[in-house]
């Protein structure tokens, strides 16, 4: 069976960037399992993957702009030290919850000072060319209480 819209897909795969630094991979010998279709992974690795069988490899190149995009500046900023509670150690390259002006979201600290905090609320992954390769294990049609039920969080049974 080929991937297509209303398959649930089982992948292997490994994630680097342009200078072939490992970002991510499937865990613990588990494949990650989607809905194709239902965009639960980027776009551009749903359409690399499109029309691809059990026991095949694929290799898909993804631009920033199709990827988590470019970092936009604006999600760059200046907050005081005294918005962090007192009694968490921070450091540089941590990720914590915040509150933007549109939607709680994840920061990462990029810089610190005595009186203030420079937070990231980029996708850490924001302007890199991303590599995914890996196999497809399994491709099998979902069933209709998959359909119905997978944007809940379900996942394959």
Same mark, same amino acid.
């Given at each position: 069976?080929?991937?297509?819209? *209303?398959?649930?897909?089982?992948?292997?795969?490994?994630?680097?960037?342009?200078?072939?630094?490992?970002?991510?991979?499937?865990?613990?010998?588990?494949?990650?399992?989607?809905?194709?279709?239902?965009?639960?992974?980027?776009?551009?690795?749903?359409?690399?993957?499109?029309?691809?069988?059990?026991?095949?490899?694929?290799?898909?190149?993804?631009?920033?702009?199709?990827?988590?995009?470019?970092?936009?500046?604006?999600?760059?900023?200046?907050?005081?030290?005294?918005?962090?509670? *007192?009694?968490?150690?921070?450091?540089?390259?941590?990720?914590?919850?915040?509150?933007?002006?549109?939607?709680?979201?994840?920061?990462?600290?990029?810089?610190?000072?005595?009186?203030?905090?420079?937070?990231?609320?980029?996708?850490?992954? /924001?302007?890199?060319?991303?590599?995914?390769?890996?196999?497809?294990?399994?491709?099998?049609? /979902?069933?209709?209480?998959?359909?119905?039920?997978?944007?809940?969080?379900?996942?394959?049974?």
């Amino acid at each position: 069976m080929q991937i297509a819209n *209303d398959c649930v897909v089982s992948i292997h795969f490994e994630l680097t960037n342009d200078r072939g630094e490992l970002l991510d991979r499937s865990r613990d010998g588990e494949p990650l399992v989607y809905l194709h279709g239902v965009s639960g992974i980027l776009p551009a690795l749903e359409e690399g993957l499109g029309g691809k069988s059990a026991g095949d490899s694929f290799e898909v190149h993804i631009a920033p702009e199709e990827g988590f995009g470019t970092p936009q500046q604006e999600l760059i900023s200046k907050v005081p030290r005294s918005a962090f509670p *007192d009694n968490i150690e921070l450091t540089v390259g941590m990720q914590v919850q915040g509150r933007s002006d549109t939607d709680e979201r994840q920061f990462t600290i990029i810089a610190m000072d005595a009186e203030s905090i420079t937070v990231d609320g980029n996708h850490p992954l /924001a302007g890199m060319k991303l590599c995914f390769r890996g196999n497809v294990v399994d491709v099998r049609q /979902a069933t209709a209480d998959e359909l119905e039920n997978w944007s809940d969080g379900m996942e394959a049974q």
